[in-house]
């Protein structure tokens, strides 16, 4: 049968899986996660733009300090997510759909469990935390309602649709799962202004911009459990809670597997806590242009990301299924997008860092410090592609350990000590230059391992 003979939709998801030529699977996976990833940057573009409209700069400091807690939700999405995927499509490569079936309710109910577990943490310690995390006595109370509403009422919602994503996006319906994260996205940023100046009095700006993600977040979780329970008849979508096993060792494959997703989403959240405390020394200002210029550069960092994590089910099914060919050329297209892609995004953030600062807060305090960081972590761009990349694919070969190390390596073990080091030296600046620094060395680390990684292929394949 050729490739685009009248079939199945989940037969058609596969064959992308199986048989379609490496560029047009590529495509098929990664640029609906990318067109994700960056509906999602823009929405959070548009919060910091509407908060910095108000020319507070503890205001736009606050949406700062939260973002490493509200990207706490996406680590344990990551976690059942992201190692949910690698087994799902490994097995499909070898042909066992209903190990994929019980993999697939095991990490849809655990990860909705552990989203509530974060709400409780957060509605009880919430407060306390705030102080830990960068926060000061001007942005305590922006910080405080920004929380109660995304990771309190918003905790399920924001790590539901994540983690349907990543478990629907599995079996090659990329499609499907870019579009409902995209919807959440392009609701945000119609939500936005809505609730921050025209429902909300003025000064609500930063509860209004929390509100419409928790709406937005809300709509994205119902449409996927809308498309679940529609196709509950496919071999491995599931929303029965009989399909959830414990056996063939499925927890401990699924949570070793995205244990190091989700310890690298985590450690990024505890670098950018410490980023946020060391910089709070030099004011409000340096804390708003360290914010500014990590969004505009999460726009490099997320496509990279999404063109990485788009073709995880192509390599966990090429690896499972044992065609070496078709992983190895999947990996070295991927690289060379990715590549492309982010050494583009460096070149524009070196030339325009001052007017892509300003766009966000014409603050000249904050615009001065804004560029000047923008400019040192738009370097780390391509490096950290190349990382992003190969710790894809340990995960989806269900490397645990390459895997791990690597992305602790990234965030936490190489980044922070160099903060401390270079800010010593550096002063503010020095923060921020941790990041290209760690980024090169947890390079040289990757290929590394990447090396010895096509030695093992290269040995089963004969």
Known sequence: MCYNAPMRKEENDIRILSEAPIPAAVAGLAVPTVITQLINIFYNYADTWFVGRTGNPAAVAAMSVCMPLYVLMAAIANLFGIGGAS???RQLGMK??????????FCLYGGLAAALLYMAVMAFFGPKIILYIGGDQNSYEFIRKYMFWTMVVGAVPTVGNVLCGHLVRSIGAAKEAGFGMSMG??????????FMFVLLPPGNEVTGAACATCLSNTAALLYFVIYLVRHRNHPVFTVNVRDISFGDRIPAEVLL???PAAASTALAMVSNITANALVKDFGSEAVAGMGVAKKINMLAFNTAMGITQGVLPLIGYSYGAKKWDR???AVRYT???ALAVTGACMVLFLMFAPSLTRFFIDEPGSVAYGTMFLR???CASPLASVCYLVQTMFQASGRKTESFVLSILRKGVLDIPLMFVLRTVCGAVGVTLATPVAELLSTGVALLL???YWKTVFRDQN
């Open 87 to 89: 087994v799902i499509s």
């Open 327 to 329: 992983l190895k050329g």
């Open 376 to 378: 040192v972590v738009a």
């Open 257 to 259: 597997i995205g244990m």
């Open 96 to 105: 066992n759909e209903k190990k994929a079936r019980h993999v697939f309710a």
């Open 335 to 337: 690289a060379k997008l």
């Open 185 to 194: 996205g392009v609701l945000n940023i119609f939500l936005d202004p809505l």
């Open 450 to 452: 990447v090396r010895n």
